[in-house]
Structures are given as C-alpha cells and as structure tokens.
C-alpha cells in the first residue's frame, strides 16, 4: 500500500491523525503476522496448561533460568524495534543514510539477543538439560527455540531492508515493503514481551 | 539539543517496565500480585507496542481490534492462571 505525502507527513508526526486507516505494510504481510501469532498462542495457552498439571516440575525448571538474561533480551527486542520504528520515520523524511545506520543499530540490539540466547541454552546444557529432559525444558527449548529463528529471519528481513535502503529502493512514497518488515519485526517484539514473564518471573 | 520524540519517550517507559518486572522475578517469590502486576505490565507493553512502533493506530479498526484482543486475552490468563 503506496502513501501519499501528507499521510507520510501525518505518521511522521505522531500527533496528526489520518483522515482514513492506513495499513502499515501489505495485506499478505499482515495475514502471515495473524498466523504466526495464533501459532504463538496455541503454544502460550499450552504451556500456561501445562505449568498447572506440573507446577513443581515447572518451579524446578525455572529456578536454573536467569531473570537478568530475559531482561537483557527484553531491552535489546524492544531498543531494535524502536530503532526500526525511528528509521521508518526517518526514511519518510527522506534521510536514507540515518535510515540505514537505524537498522543496522536494530541489527546489533537483535545479535545481543542471539548472543544471550545462546549463552542461556549452552548453560543448560552444560547443567545437563536438554530438549528431553522433561516436559517442562521440552517445552522451553521449543518455544525459546522457535522464537529465537523468528530472529533470525526478522534480522536476514531488517538486513535485506538496509540493503535496499542503501541503495534507494524506498523512494516517492512507496514505503509498503520497508513497512512490513518493520512490523514483522515488532510481531516478533510482542511475542517476546509476553515470553519473558512467562518464562522467567511467574512461576 | 533536540527533544525527545514520542517514539524514544515510549522506548523509555518500556524499559522501565521491563527492569520493574526483572527486580520483581530476581526478589520476589511468585504470588498472585506478582502475576498480576506482571500481566498488567505486560499488556500496557504490548499496547504500546502495537500502538506506536507497528503505528496500528492508524490502521483498519477491525485489525487493531484483533491485536488489543490477542495482547489483553493473554495476559489476562496469566492473572486467571494465578488465583486457580
């Protein structure tokens, strides 16, 4: 969906209201959002299901996790996706080059999620916890794991987004393609943020 | 020097909220105001989120209905699941 000045005048400033919606990114864009978080859902609702069929089992696992390594990733998802947010602002006042460095600072917030990440899931294995230890690590190492590829993707997406940046794909108002990776990046902001006190504060 | 936007403004109120909930689970034991507080925090994140980094404000009302939904409903079983 291509704007036309005054609406990429209007998001650029906050305050404005838009006389008519406007979808941020393409339909197809918004329908892969709504099933992946559905997916996300079935697995919040089955190891909110689960925790209460094995709450000792769940106190257990938990107790080997570190709230200050969730919490880490929680400031680094959500400082990349107000970096993206900022860039998008940036690109529809046509600074490009600031745009670009946006991405890339969203690119690094999301390489130290994967670093800490990493450092949780090679702790546990050290400990001895594996994907087949119990339901409750099964369930960790799946949703952290599934989630942690959603990253992935998000930062082979944001990295493609610089690249066209760059080379000064967003121009004269179509910005549809910059806007749905910029909200598949927040999708994957939002499933973080109910994550982590899933995971590592209630218990 | 330059003021803040709205957008670092939101920022800043989400990594408040998000230190706020990590000194509640390295302290706290898990109680049911704990889950509630959480949970409350946790929506108010995401309808922050969906609001003015995914700018859904401006969007069709019938989307942004689905993503208050979904960001108000799970949530609200974390305090449903604290007190059964």
């Known amino acids: 969906m291509e704007l036309d000045n005054e609406a990429a005048l209007a998001l650029a400033n906050t305050n404005t209201p838009l006389s008519k919606p406007h979808l941020p990114g393409d339909l197809a864009m918004w329908f892969f959002i709504l099933a992946e978080l559905t997916v996300f859902a079935i697995f919040f609702i089955g190891f909110a299901i689960t925790r209460q069929l094995y709450p000792d089992m769940f106190q257990q696992g938990q107790s080997y996790l570190h709230p200050a390594a969730g919490g880490i990733n929680t400031f680094a998802l959500i400082s990349s996706s107000c970096f993206v947010a900022l860039s998008l602002n940036a690109i529809r006042q046509s600074r490009h080059t600031y745009a670009a460095i946006l991405l890339a600072a969203a690119l690094l917030m999301a390489s130290v999620y994967l670093a800490v990440k990493t450092w949780e899931y090679n702790q546990l294995l050290d400990l001895g916890y594996g994907l087949s230890s119990n339901t409750y690590f099964t369930l960790y190492f799946f949703i952290t794991g599934f989630h942690f590829l959603h990253v992935i993707l998000g930062m082979i997406i944001l990295g493609f987004m610089a690249f066209r940046t760059i080379n000064g794909a967003y121009q004269g108002g179509n910005l549809s393609g910059f806007e749905s990776g910029a909200c598949y990046w927040h999708m994957v902001d939002l499933v973080w943020i109910i994550l982590f006190p899933l995971l590592y504060v209630i218990d | ?84």
């Open chain 2, 1 to 84: 020097m330059k003021s803040l936007g709205k957008i670092e403004f939101y920022w800043g109120a989400l990594i408040a909220i998000t230190l706020f909930n990590t000194f509640l689970g390295e302290q706290f034991e898990s109680s049911a105001l704990v889950s509630v507080l959480v949970a409350l925090t946790v929506m108010y994140k995401g309808l922050m989120v969906i609001d003015h980094f995914m700018e859904l404000r401006h969007a069709h009302k019938y989307l942004r209905l689905m993503m208050r939904f979904y960001l108000i409903f799970f949530p609200s079983l974390i305090i449903l699941t604290a007190f059964f």
